[in-house]
Protein backbone atom coordinates (compact mmCIF):
# COMPACT_ATOMS: atom_id res chain seq x y z
CA UNK A 1 0.00 0.00 0.00
CA UNK A 2 2.98 2.32 0.80
CA UNK A 3 4.40 2.19 -2.72
CA UNK A 4 1.42 2.70 -4.54
CA UNK A 5 1.11 6.19 -2.60
CA UNK A 6 4.56 6.54 -3.21
CA UNK A 7 4.20 5.88 -6.65
CA UNK A 8 1.04 7.83 -6.91
CA UNK A 9 2.85 11.05 -5.51
CA UNK A 10 5.99 10.92 -7.16
CA UNK A 11 3.71 10.71 -10.30
CA UNK A 12 2.15 13.90 -9.54
CA UNK A 13 5.41 15.71 -8.38
CA UNK A 14 6.85 14.90 -11.84
CA UNK A 15 3.65 15.78 -13.65
CA UNK A 16 3.16 19.47 -11.62
CA UNK A 17 5.90 21.40 -13.50
CA UNK A 18 4.06 20.64 -16.47
CA UNK A 19 1.62 23.36 -16.06
CA UNK A 20 3.63 25.62 -14.79
CA UNK A 21 4.04 27.56 -17.78
CA UNK A 22 0.02 27.87 -19.07
CA UNK A 23 -2.19 30.55 -19.17
CA UNK A 24 -5.83 30.19 -17.32
CA UNK A 25 -8.50 31.95 -16.56
CA UNK A 26 -8.91 32.85 -12.86
CA UNK A 27 -12.08 31.15 -11.01
CA UNK A 28 -14.88 33.33 -11.51
CA UNK A 29 -16.36 34.83 -8.57
CA UNK A 30 -19.45 36.76 -10.38
CA UNK A 31 -21.07 39.90 -12.33
CA UNK A 32 -21.60 43.11 -9.72
CA UNK A 33 -22.81 45.98 -11.16
CA UNK A 34 -21.48 49.58 -11.14
CA UNK A 35 -17.75 50.13 -11.19
CA UNK A 36 -15.08 48.05 -9.81
CA UNK A 37 -13.00 50.17 -6.86
CA UNK A 38 -11.26 48.76 -3.40
CA UNK A 39 -14.71 49.50 -2.27
CA UNK A 40 -16.53 48.18 -4.51
CA UNK A 41 -14.57 44.81 -4.70
CA UNK A 42 -14.18 44.19 -1.33
CA UNK A 43 -18.14 44.71 -0.39
CA UNK A 44 -19.01 42.13 -3.30
CA UNK A 45 -16.05 39.90 -2.11
CA UNK A 46 -17.95 40.30 1.35
CA UNK A 47 -14.30 41.47 2.91
CA UNK A 48 -13.06 44.50 4.54
CA UNK A 49 -12.32 47.37 2.06
CA UNK A 50 -8.38 47.38 3.94
CA UNK A 51 -7.84 43.94 2.81
CA UNK A 52 -8.22 44.80 -1.30
CA UNK A 53 -5.17 46.74 -2.71
CA UNK A 54 -5.56 48.24 -6.08
CA UNK A 55 -2.44 47.72 -8.34
CA UNK A 56 -3.29 49.00 -11.97
CA UNK A 57 -6.05 49.51 -15.13
CA UNK A 58 -5.97 49.60 -18.77
CA UNK A 59 -8.57 51.20 -19.92
CA UNK A 60 -9.29 50.72 -23.75
CA UNK A 61 -8.03 51.21 -26.31
CA UNK A 62 -5.21 51.72 -24.31
CA UNK A 63 -2.81 48.33 -23.71
CA UNK A 64 -0.36 49.37 -21.03
CA UNK A 65 -0.62 51.42 -17.57
CA UNK A 66 1.26 50.90 -14.84
CA UNK A 67 2.60 47.44 -15.44
CA UNK A 68 -0.47 46.02 -16.40
CA UNK A 69 -0.92 45.13 -20.19
CA UNK A 70 -3.08 43.38 -22.49
CA UNK A 71 -2.48 41.64 -25.84
CA UNK A 72 -3.50 38.93 -28.42
CA UNK A 73 -7.04 40.84 -28.22
CA UNK A 74 -10.40 39.35 -30.29
CA UNK A 75 -12.38 42.71 -31.46
CA UNK A 76 -15.92 42.56 -32.13
CA UNK A 77 -18.13 44.05 -35.46
CA UNK A 78 -17.92 47.34 -33.60
CA UNK A 79 -13.98 47.10 -32.84
CA UNK A 80 -14.06 46.88 -29.51
CA UNK A 81 -12.13 44.34 -27.09
CA UNK A 82 -13.87 41.08 -26.39
CA UNK A 83 -11.08 38.40 -25.33
CA UNK A 84 -6.83 38.31 -25.18
CA UNK A 85 -4.59 37.78 -22.58
CA UNK A 86 -3.34 40.26 -19.66
CA UNK A 87 0.06 40.15 -18.16
CA UNK A 88 0.77 41.74 -14.45
CA UNK A 89 4.80 43.10 -13.76
CA UNK A 90 4.27 41.75 -10.26
CA UNK A 91 1.26 39.36 -9.14
CA UNK A 92 -2.51 39.66 -8.90
CA UNK A 93 -5.08 38.08 -7.05
CA UNK A 94 -7.71 39.50 -8.44
CA UNK A 95 -8.87 40.36 -11.79
CA UNK A 96 -11.37 42.39 -12.44
CA UNK A 97 -12.85 43.05 -16.42
CA UNK A 98 -15.45 46.12 -16.78
CA UNK A 99 -17.79 45.84 -19.46
CA UNK A 100 -21.23 47.61 -19.81
CA UNK A 101 -22.24 48.75 -16.58
CA UNK A 102 -21.02 45.62 -15.13
CA UNK A 103 -17.79 44.33 -13.84
CA UNK A 104 -16.96 40.68 -13.19
CA UNK A 105 -14.45 39.53 -10.38
CA UNK A 106 -11.95 36.67 -11.78
CA UNK A 107 -9.71 35.16 -8.14
CA UNK A 108 -6.22 34.00 -9.28
CA UNK A 109 -5.28 31.01 -6.43
CA UNK A 110 -2.07 30.76 -6.11
CA UNK A 111 -1.58 34.64 -7.21
CA UNK A 112 -0.40 35.22 -11.09
CA UNK A 113 1.38 37.76 -12.98
CA UNK A 114 -0.74 36.54 -16.60
CA UNK A 115 -3.96 35.02 -18.19
CA UNK A 116 -6.47 34.82 -20.28
CA UNK A 117 -9.62 37.06 -19.99
CA UNK A 118 -12.95 37.64 -21.73
CA UNK A 119 -16.58 39.21 -21.44
CA UNK A 120 -18.65 36.57 -21.73
CA UNK A 121 -19.11 36.83 -17.80
CA UNK A 122 -20.50 40.49 -18.67
CA UNK A 123 -22.59 39.86 -21.42
CA UNK A 124 -20.30 39.85 -24.19
CA UNK A 125 -20.23 43.69 -24.27
CA UNK A 126 -16.68 45.46 -25.28
CA UNK A 127 -14.63 45.85 -22.80
CA UNK A 128 -14.35 49.09 -21.04
CA UNK A 129 -11.41 48.74 -18.52
CA UNK A 130 -9.89 45.32 -16.69
CA UNK A 131 -8.05 46.41 -13.28
CA UNK A 132 -5.72 44.35 -11.16
CA UNK A 133 -5.89 43.66 -7.39
CA UNK A 134 -4.03 41.95 -4.67
CA UNK A 135 -5.47 40.90 -1.52
CA UNK A 136 -3.21 41.50 1.41
CA UNK A 137 -2.12 38.36 3.50
CA UNK A 138 -3.57 37.63 7.11
CA UNK A 139 -0.70 38.84 9.40
CA UNK A 140 1.44 35.91 10.39
CA UNK A 141 1.80 37.02 14.22
CA UNK A 142 -1.88 37.29 15.04
CA UNK A 143 -2.22 33.44 13.57
CA UNK A 144 1.06 32.37 15.21
CA UNK A 145 -0.32 33.52 18.52
CA UNK A 146 -3.92 31.78 18.46
CA UNK A 147 -2.34 28.66 17.06
CA UNK A 148 -0.11 28.42 20.12
CA UNK A 149 -2.62 29.80 22.27
CA UNK A 150 -5.07 26.59 21.33
CA UNK A 151 -2.11 23.98 21.59
CA UNK A 152 -1.28 25.07 24.92
CA UNK A 153 -4.91 24.81 25.34
CA UNK A 154 -5.20 20.82 24.29
CA UNK A 155 -1.54 20.66 26.69
CA UNK A 156 -3.32 21.38 29.75
CA UNK A 157 -6.51 19.57 28.63
CA UNK A 158 -4.33 16.43 28.07
CA UNK A 159 -2.14 17.05 31.44
CA UNK A 160 -5.57 17.11 33.66
CA UNK A 161 -6.45 13.58 32.53
Known amino acids: MNKVISTIAMCLVLVAPAFAGTLSYGGYL ?3 SGNDSSATVAAALGIDESAVN ?3 NVDWPDTTNDGLSISDLTLNGDGEATSGEWAFA ?3 DLIVIKAGSEFAI ?3 DPAASAGLW ?3 GVDNKGLSHISAYQIKPIPVPAAAWLMLSGIAGLGLMRRRK
Do not use: R
Request: no cysteine.
Open 90 to 92: GVV
Open 30 to 32: GTF
Open 54 to 56: FLA
Open 118 to 120: DTS
Open 106 to 108: YHY
